[in-house]
T-cell receptor, first 113, second 113 residues
Framework: GQSLEQPSEVTAVEGAIVQINCTYQ??????LSWYQQHDGGAPTFLSY????GLEETGRFSSFLSRSDSYGYLLLQELQMKDSASYFC??????????????FGQGTELSVKP | DTGVSQDPRHKITKRGQNVTFRCDPI?????LYWYRQTLGQGPEFLTY????????KSRLLSDRFSAERPKGSFSTLEIQRTEQGDSAMYLC???????????FGSGTRLTVV
């Protein structure tokens, strides 16, 4: 089977840095993805880690440690518009050559002024 | 490229009725996915197509659910004899083999009364 764990809620202030953790258990592993979803909106792709280490995209970075089955999303210089739900998702060679994603339950980030 | 389109955006139906949703993926994308999302949860995998072939269907899906992707372009998801537990947001996503990240549509919100 497979499972992902991430905190249900995180609160931070504007301008701060926040880290959202994700631990996973899966049989076989291709990579860890992160998605952002605003209330009533569609999930949007943020980043993908297939190898250990840090991937940086503007204010957002994502990290993966395959040996620890752990990853995180780091958001810097938080803005009010970053208030949203963030989902980690795993892909596995067992899931149609990596095509299918299994999502975590999401972390609701609230950014306060 | 207008992204992934889903129709309708909202559907209210009486219990026992059949409903059908449509998804138009990004034209160059060969993979198409259907997910279901309930409030406070991550997207839950329903089924997956590569071109016109349906490669996987979730065991969570009862026989009341069926999906098609004729000619490998748009897809339809039909729910027969709807139940109140079917009330959810139905998300469609598409991707291209070898690339990371899905593009999600805005979803169809189904309410069964």
């Amino acid at each position: 089977g497979q499972s992902l764990e991430q905190p249900s809620e995180v609160t931070a202030v504007e301008g701060a840095i926040v880290q959202i953790n994700c631990t996973y258990q899966t049989s076989g592993f291709y990579g860890l993805s992160w998605y952002q979803q605003h209330d009533g909106g569609a999930p949007t792709f943020l980043s993908y880690n297939g190898l250990d280490g840090l991937e940086e995209t503007g204010r957002f970075s994502s990290f993966l440690s395959r040996s620890d089955s752990y990853g995180y999303l780091l958001l810097q210089e938080l803005q009010m518009k970053d208030s949203a739900s963030y989902f980690c998702a795993v892909s596995s060679p067992l899931y149609n050559q990596g095509g299918k994603l299994i999502f975590g339950q999401g972390t609701e980030l609230s950014v306060k002024p | 490229d207008t992204g992934v389109s889903q129709d309708p955006r909202h559907k209210i139906t009486k219990r026992g009725q059949n409903v059908t949703f449509r998804c138009d993926p990004i034209s160059e994308h060969n993979r198409l996915y259907w997910y279901r999302q309930t409030l406070g949860q991550g997207p839950e995998f329903l089924t997956y197509f590569q071109n016109e072939a349906q490669l996987e269907k979730s065991r969570l899906l009862s026989d009341r659910f069926s999906a098609e992707r004729p000619k490998g372009s748009f897809s339809t998801l039909e729910i027969q004899r709807t139940e109140q537990g079917d009330s959810a947001m139905y998300l469609c996503a598409s991707s291209f083999t070898g690339t990371q990240g899905y593009t999600f549509g805005s979803g169809t919100r189904l309410t069964v009364v």
